[in-house]
């Protein structure tokens, strides 16, 4: 089955500052790659996904992730911080009429 | 419409009983996935079930069990439960078999096992 790995484990930023987030994963066929963010106190939602075409994709809030297939990864990114996204996000990697495997989660904390 | 939702929220038990936790999925979704959330550890998959078979399943011990009902609803169920089961137990749905589509979480039954 699938596996994915993501880097950070707890990450700490400044408002303004960028954000890039690492999700690498190990599956060697066609894949749908998403992130979910954790609002704390919230259930888990999606923040993006990517399924084939364009590998830059935008997500809600100003997230976006780049899917690159000779990496196998996905990170995620946002070019500014916001206080409000203080939360845990995970990366999750499906394959088709496989389950949806997520990685450990990084934990974000914007300092305002 | 309604979301995923799940019984109960919060539970305490002792180790060795058993517990059952409930999801009633978003209407119309065929498909349910249960995962195990621990920090640190992220979410682990313990399985997924459509249109009442188990279509897939995580690496956790038999103790772990579940099933769907002819209406969607899911059940799963711990027994001989150990301390180490304390966590988050998501229950997700979705509109597609083999969750090739968005899940759909719950908040989840949070149980402590004392």
């Known amino acids: 089955a699938q596996s994915v790995s993501q880097h950070n484990h707890h990450v700490i930023l400044s408002e303004a500052a960028s954000l890039e987030l690492g999700c690498n994963y190990s599956?060697?066929?066609?894949?749908?790659l998403f992130w979910y963010v954790q609002y704390p106190g919230q259930h888990l939602q999606l923040l993006l996904k990517?399924?084939?075409?364009?590998?830059l994709v935008k997500g809600i809030k100003g997230f976006e992730a780049e899917f690159i297939k000779s990496k196998f990864s996905f990170n995620l990114r946002k070019p500014s911080v916001q206080w409000s996204d203080t939360a845990e996000y995970f990366c999750?990697?499906?394959?088709?009429?496989?389950?949806?495997?997520f990685g450990a989660g990084t934990r974000l904390t914007v300092k305002p | 419409k309604a979301g995923v939702t799940q019984t109960p929220r919060y539970l305490i038990k002792t180790r060795g009983q058993q517990v059952t936790l409930s999801c009633s999925p978003i209407?119309?979704?065929?498909?349910v996935s249960w995962y195990q959330q621990t920090p640190g550890q992220g979410l682990q998959f313990l399985f997924e079930?459509?249109?009442?078979?188990?279509?897939n399943k995580g690496n956790f011990p038999g103790r772990f069990s579940g099933r769907q009902f002819s209406n969607s609803r899911s059940e799963m169920n711990v027994s001989t439960l150990e301390l180490g089961d304390s966590a988050l137990y998501l229950c997700?749905?979705?509109?597609?078999?083999?969750?090739?589509?968005?899940?759909?979480f719950g908040e989840g039954s949070r149980l402590t096992v004392l």
């Open positions: 997700a749905s979705s509109g597609t078999q083999g969750a090739t589509g968005e899940l759909f």
């Open positions: 599956y060697g066929g066609t894949v749908n």
């Open positions: 990517y399924f084939s075409g364009d590998p």
């Open positions: 999750a990697v499906n394959a088709p009429n496989n389950d949806m495997r």
């Open positions: 209407s119309g979704h065929r498909s």
């Open positions: 079930y459509f249109s009442e078979t188990q279509r």
